[in-house]
């Protein structure tokens, strides 16, 4: 099978369409084609898991007309470019992963009546998926709210392609040692991510001798640009990193402290890891904010937003949590359910019966 593959942008859209790539070459003869921008991440990071990649010039209808008419203008170079990939590839199906470059090429391949389909991580869609909904033959998204989103009557709710990768992931308490505390003792993990968020880290700075007197540990991610610049004030339960490996530390831990990325809640369902999420203000679409309520309407997670975020009210919403096993469990168990640790799998059974229809 030949497949076409959008994604970019972003670790959100990239790294979803990489763990749904990982396993189609497992499970099926293929060739695989990744399209994305040629000034963004995905041009160095698809190439290096091994993938052919090829870069257009494109970029988002943000800012003001001038930068809408280059816009515009990139995209109509886009749509030739596509148009000329698609008849020298020859894709069996083309897939979008919610970037601006995927309009181009499923619109490509639609015209030319090759099976299409878009993934949209997120429970409030972006605009590209927006567009491209009701062109498509599927649609496949991660959250029930989905599906008042889009009207094409082909959706599927089958999850995130990153949840089947960390379905795998070990719960070894054990690594809490490499960190120099207790694998007995209940642990929060705060980790907004491999960057961190430099907002939360200022009330994780207060925050830490709030801790100090809990008999629970905290280990406090600070990312790595930030971490020379982070006040630490550690204790014997209070431990400041700039970088964990998220999976397996999140594993671990009784609770996490988090953001709200697409990738980030998917992995923390399919591994039944209470939590409480702080979505970044700061990206489109305010989306993260919507993926934490969706689970916190489901009762798997607490939604604790930015402007709401100090040091007492952090401090306090673990003390509610890490202290009620009842809580923890009920969080587990309602994350679990949301869990979809056969996204990867569903989503090939349902490309096959796209291509063969």
Same mark, same amino acid.
Do not use: W
């Given at each position: ?21 990982? +396993? ?19 041009? =160095? %990071?698809?190439?290096? *898991? ?11 209808? $943000? ?72 062109? =498509? ?11 008042? %989103? ?75 640009? *930030? ?6 004030? %550690? ?17 671990? @831990?009784?609770? @996490? ?33 919507? $993926? ?13 937003? %930015? ?26 168990? $309602? ?17 096959? +019966?796209?291509?063969?229809?």
């Amino acid at each position: 099978m030949r497949i076409i593959i959008a994604t970019g942008g972003s670790g959100g859209h990239i790294y979803p369409a990489l763990a749904l790539a990982d +396993e189609i070459k497992k499970e099926i003869d293929s060739e695989i084609l990744f399209i994305g921008s040629n000034n963004k991440m995905e041009q =160095v %990071e698809i190439p290096s *898991h091994g993938y052919a990649f090829k870069g257009i010039n494109v970029q988002g209808m $943000n800012g003001g007309i001038k930068d809408k008419i280059i816009a515009l203008y990139k995209l109509f170079k886009a749509n030739k470019i596509c148009n000329n990939i698609i008849e020298e590839f020859k894709p069996d199906i083309v897939i979008g992963f919610g970037n601006y470059i995927s309009v181009s090429i499923v619109l490509a391949a639609s015209r030319k009546h090759i099976p299409t389909m878009i993934h949209e991580q997120n429970s409030y869609a972006g605009k590209a998926n927006k567009l491209l909904g009701s062109k =498509v033959d599927a649609v496949v998204g991660c959250y029930e709210e989905n599906l008042k %989103e889009f009207k094409n009557k082909h959706i599927y709710i089958l999850g995130n392609p990153r949840a089947s990768q960390a379905k795998d992931t070990i719960k070894d308490r054990n690594i809490l040692k490499t960190f120099s505390l207790d694998p007995n003792i209940k642990t929060v993990v705060c980790f907004m991510g491999s960057l961190g968020s430099e907002s939360v880290n200022k009330v994780l700075e207060e925050a830490q001798k709030m801790f100090a007197n809990k008999t629970y540990q905290v280990i406090i991610v600070t990312g790595k640009k *930030h971490y020379d610049n982070f006040h630490k004030q %550690e204790s014997h339960n209070v431990k400041v990193v700039p970088y964990i490996d998220g999976l397996k530390v999140m594993a671990a @831990c009784d609770l @996490c402290v988090i953001r709200a990325g697409a990738t980030t809640a998917s992995e923390v369902c399919v591994l039944g890891i209470p939590s409480i999420m702080i979505p970044s203000p700061y990206v489109p679409n305010n989306h993260q904010y919507y $993926n934490a309520k969706a689970l916190a309407d489901k009762k798997a997670s607490l939604l604790l937003e %930015e402007k709401d975020l100090t040091a007492d009210s952090l401090v306090s919403s673990i003390d509610l949590l890490i202290n009620d096993d009842n809580i923890l469990n009920e969080m587990a168990d $309602n994350a679990l359910k949301l869990g979809t640790p056969n996204a990867s799998n569903d989503i090939i059974k349902l490309m096959k +019966e796209l291509v063969n229809q």
